[in-house]
Each structure stands twice: as structure tokens, then as C-alpha cells.
């Protein structure tokens, strides 16, 4: 059973526009997160991360928002470039013992139009 | 980046034959981790090692065996593979403890291809 679910597989934006990226999680034992961005042929680059105890983290156009009640948290990126165009994971850790072992979503492939 | 190169980036062999996937990492970092991508699927944690120990070994196949000699380098050794082990192999690094979250960082990755 998937603990990190992104349910989009696909997005597609115009440039300048917001790009929201959603992600879902079912263990409450989380409580860091991150967000990946990959490329075709190249390794996940982590883009941004949360802590559990925080609700938002801004770093440039990107930001995260965690709902820790509603166990979801979202990547927003604005404006959209053609340059995000790329695969974006979500991935959770959690604390304790092992708490070095992520969790990844799927992933949601963005594209952002010209 | 370049923090974390993983060789060779592709890799053809059969299921009789014997090979290695390398990993070394210029971050000064303490952990280093193989995870698995298969198609449609989300990246699965393999093994992972901290300050050379092995700590985690997701019930990964004897088919691969891990080898840690120092915190910069890791390997992935290879034989009798099975046609479903072909996959995106990639390796993370990251820096743990100190108390604060510290991301992995990734290299490109191995595509393996067992034929």
C-alpha cells in the first residue's frame, strides 16, 4: 500500500502561470518532506523540503504548504517556466529509528506551455 | 550536479554474467543509499549505509550485494540477474545527524537493461 500518493501522473500549464503540485500521505509517523525535480536521463535534484513543524517553506518562485491534519502537502511554483517542465516527486521521512529512509510518490510529470 | 556520479550510466548484460555499479560522492556526507525505479513505479529504497555500516536492507534479492569500503564510494554487485531487475539504479547520499533534516542528494543513475 502506497504511504506517499501523488494521483495526478500529469499537469500542464502556461508560462506564467501557477503550477500546483499535490501530494497525499497516510503515515502520521512523517515529518519531513521534500520535494524532487527530475529530468529524463539525469537523478532527482531535491528542489525544497518541510518540516512537520511548519505549515509553509517559500524559496524563490517555489513554494510548499503542509496540512498535517489533512495529512496533504502541495508544491506551488509561480510564475511557471518552460524550464520546470520535469517529473516532481514527493517524499516523505520519518522520525526515529531508520528516520534516514524516504518515501516517494510516483511522481507528476509538469509541463508548462510556452 | 556532479556531487554524486554514478558509472556507467548504462548497462547491458545478461543473466549469467557478473558486473558492478559504482557510486562516489564529493559531498563530504556520512550515508549513501541504492534505490531501485522501476517503470510506472516509485523509487524503492535498497540498502543503505551509514558511516560504512550497512543499516537497512529492504529484503532486497542475494543477486545484489552492496559493498561500502568508505563513506565516498559505494558499489552494487551484479549476477544471475532476472529480466525484471532491469531498472533505473540510483544511488543518494546525505549527511545524518547534527540534528537538523538534511536532504539526499541523487546521482543520475545506472539503466540497467538484463537481456
Known amino acids: 500500500d502506497q504511504q506517499v500518493k501523488q494521483n495526478s501522473p500529469s499537469l500542464s500549464v502556461q508560462e506564467g502561470r501557477i503550477s500546483i503540485l499535490n501530494c497525499d500521505y497516510t503515515?502520521?509517523?512523517?515529518?519531513?518532506f521534500l520535494w524532487y525535480k527530475k529530468y529524463p536521463a539525469e537523478g532527482p535534484t531535491f528542489l525544497i523540503s518541510?518540516?512537520?513543524?511548519?505549515d509553509k517553506n517559500e524559496d524563490g518562485r517555489f513554494t510548499v504548504f503542509l496540512n498535517k491534519s489533512a495529512k496533504h502537502l502541495s508544491l506551488h511554483i509561480v510564475p511557471s517556466q518552460p524550464g520546470d517542465s520535469a517529473v516532481y516527486f514527493c517524499?516523505?521521512?520519518?522520525?526515529?529509528?531508520?528516520?534516514?529512509?524516504?518515501?516517494f510518490g510516483k511522481g507528476t510529470k509538469l509541463s508548462v506551455i510556452p | 550536479e556532479t556531487g554524486v556520479t554514478q558509472t556507467p550510466r548504462h548497462l547491458v548484460m545478461g543473466m549469467t554474467n557478473k558486473k558492478s555499479l559504482k557510486c562516489e560522492q564529493h559531498?563530504?556526507?556520512?550515508?549513501m543509499y541504492w534505490y531501485k525505479q522501476s517503470a510506472k513505479k516509485p523509487l524503492e529504497l535498497m540498502f543503505v549505509?551509514?558511516?560504512?555500516?550497512?543499516?537497512e536492507n529492504n529484503s532486497v534479492p542475494s543477486r545484489f550485494s552492496p559493498e561500502c569500503p568508505n563513506s565516498s564510494h559505494l558499489f552494487l554487485h551484479l549476477h544471475t540477474l532476472q529480466p525484471e531487475d532491469s531498472a533505473l539504479y540510483l544511488c543518494?547520499?546525505?549527511?545524518?545527524?547534527?540534528?537538523?533534516?538534511?536532504?539526499?542528494?541523487f546521482g543520475d543513475g545506472t539503466r540497467l537493461s538484463i537481456l
Open positions: 559531498l563530504g556526507h556520512n550515508a
Open positions: 549505509y551509514n558511516f560504512k555500516e550497512q543499516t
Open positions: 543518494a547520499s546525505s549527511r545524518l545527524g547534527g540534528g537538523d533534516n538534511q536532504p539526499q542528494h
Open positions: 503515515n502520521s509517523m512523517f515529518d519531513y
Open positions: 518541510i518540516s512537520s513543524i511548519k
Open positions: 517524499a516523505a521521512r520519518g522520525s526515529g529509528a531508520g528516520s534516514y529512509q524516504l518515501t
